[in-house]
């Protein structure tokens, strides 16, 4: 039998010391096995023997838990303890139930043996949870789809920024390196939520001299401040570069880099501001290795889900044991961004002709695929899904999407081969679908034609209910279904 961790159930107690305020870390936790107190030998009671079916019932349910809830009953028949025992000595500790009553903490109004045996499971499961997450090393951060909440396409999660904290709602970015949020006096930015950075008493401005002003792009000294510049989509940004302590989960992340936006323009700027989980210098990645070993994953849910109930998972414990990988290439000339090796896509049964200049990986030229489209492996997919759907029904066009069905369809399914893996996508990470009427659309598109782009991207829509995994220790990208919505 696995015995679970006793929790709440013992008080450690010397009278040379002064008594402390209860918190966790006045108990002591003890993972043991003995006789329960009930099977000792002595006369039962009339009322022992009446409650004989119902106590043997709750013992039954209880006692991996907490057996040790069931000295209350016996203890309570049993003549009172001495208090005044013999005080500590050298390394011998007196040791008291919770519940006793030379304990401190003991309730101040007493419980039924059946209150206090549901009062202490329930204080198990709490603890145990705890526990569990302290084994499992697991920090997870809920994400959403912006679309319903701050009316952006992007996945924010909840940050909490400064001494008291702030929070913020920062948008998931894994093709950029540097933190940034609008900073209360921020010109253009388009967001009514503002870092108020003198209400924090962990704030600090970065000089020119700081060895992290070299690291961000286009720096300039405002004063005795490093000012950095950046576009970002079709605005442009300039933030003075600023620490604070930041937490995603439970562990603060103290002296943490970011940009304080004081100045923006333009419509593509994050309203509460955006978390970089790029490769650079100043990434969340890089920021928090010691603490994350430069691993972490995420599931994406759906942008029609209202909730938080996708994940950032940090750290390389808790990540899926069942779960295919593929390398994960460095191009010096993008150095921050996530390159794998796309060798082919299959529509329905069918691998696609596509040439193999389209996929291929050129540190070089930086062509190649990034988790995050060259116009031939376009034509070539969108081509052969359109056959498969039928010759016969008309296709449209709706904004950026080409093949656009004002009826329902059956899409064929479309598998990304990547180098030691494939992933199949199921429908809904294939198709857009209108909030009204019955038109949908493949979703993916060719790269604009006022864009020479020479990258491939996987991006949000296809990694949608998957659970995509960042192991750059290992140099790998893994991708497991995974429903989050």
């Known amino acids: 039998m696995a015995l679970l961790p006793l929790c709440h159930s013992l008080t450690l107690h010397s009278s040379s010391f002064p008594i402390p305020t209860p918190s966790p870390s006045s108990y002591i936790y003890i993972s043991t096995s003995h006789t329960p107190p009930d099977k000792q030998t002595h006369t039962p009671s009339t009322s022992t023997t009446q409650n004989k079916t119902k106590q043997t019932t709750m013992r039954k349910t209880h006692f991996i838990l907490c057996f040790f809830a069931l000295v209350v009953a016996h203890s309570a028949s049993a003549a009172s303890p001495r208090c005044d025992a013999p005080e500590d000595h050298g390394s011998t500790l007196r040791v008291f139930h919770i519940f006793s009553p030379c304990s401190p903490f003991r309730p101040e109004k007493s419980v039924s043996w059946e209150e206090s045996v549901l009062q202490l499971q ?15 090393r697991r920090s997870d951060v809920p994400i959403a ?4 909440i701050v009316q952006t396409a992007t996945y924010i999660l909840r940050a909490k920024i400064g001494t008291p904290p702030q929070t ?24 009514s939520v503002y870092f108020d950075a003198p209400k924090s008493t962990t704030f600090k401005s970065l000089g020119c001299q700081s060895p992290q002003c070299k690291q961000v792009p286009n720096p300039t000294c405002g004063g005795s401040a490093c000012v950095f510049n950046m576009t970002y989509g079709s605005s442009s940004i300039a933030a003075n570069l600023s620490s604070d ?4 989960a439970t562990d603060p992340v103290p002296n943490y880099t970011f940009g304080c936006i004081q100045k923006a323009t333009g419509s593509s700027v994050p309203p509460q501001g955006l978390l970089g989980l790029g490769r650079g210098p100043l990434s969340f990645l890089s920021q928090t290795q010691s603490l994350y070993q430069s691993t972490f994953s995420y599931c994406l849910p759906s ?4 909730n938080f109930s996708g994940s950032l998972r940090l750290g390389p414990v808790a990540q899926p044991k069942k779960i295919k990988y593929t390398p994960l290439l460095r191009n010096p000339r993008r150095s921050s961004l996530y390159y794998v090796n796309l060798i082919g896509i299959r529509v329905g049964s069918k691998v696609v002709d596509i040439p193999a200049s389209a996929l291929a990986f050129n540190p070089t030229t930086g062509s190649g695929t990034i ?4 116009t031939p492996a376009y034509v070539a997919v969108r081509d ?19 093949t656009c069905y004002a009826s329902a369809i059956a899409p064929p399914t479309i598998t990304f081969q990547f180098a030691g893996m494939n992933v199949t996508l199921p429908p809904d ?50 991708v497991a279904r995974e429903p989050c919505t």
């Open 384 to 402: 052969e899904f359109r056959r498969r759907v039928g010759r016969n029904v008309t296709v449209t066009s709706l904004g950026g999407f080409d």
């Open 245 to 248: 302590t930041v937490t995603l």
């Open 303 to 306: 942008f029609k889900s209202l």
């Open 168 to 191: 913020m709602l920062m948008a998931l970015d894994t093709s950029n390196d540097a933190a940034w949020i609008p900073c209360n006096g921020c010109v253009g930015c388009p967001s």
């Open 122 to 136: 329930a204080k198990d499961q709490v603890r145990l949870l705890y526990l569990s997450s302290l084994v499992a």
């Open 429 to 478: 990470n294939i198709m857009i679908h209108s909030t009204a009427g019955t038109t949908s659309c493949l979703a993916m598109a060719a790269a604009p034609d006022n864009v020479n782009s020479v990258v491939n991207v996987v991006a949000n829509m296809q990694q949608q209910n998957h659970r995509i995994v960042f192991d750059v220790p290992n140099s790998r990208i893994g």
């Open 371 to 374: 988790i995050d489209s060259v």
């Open 145 to 148: 789809s912006g679309r319903q």
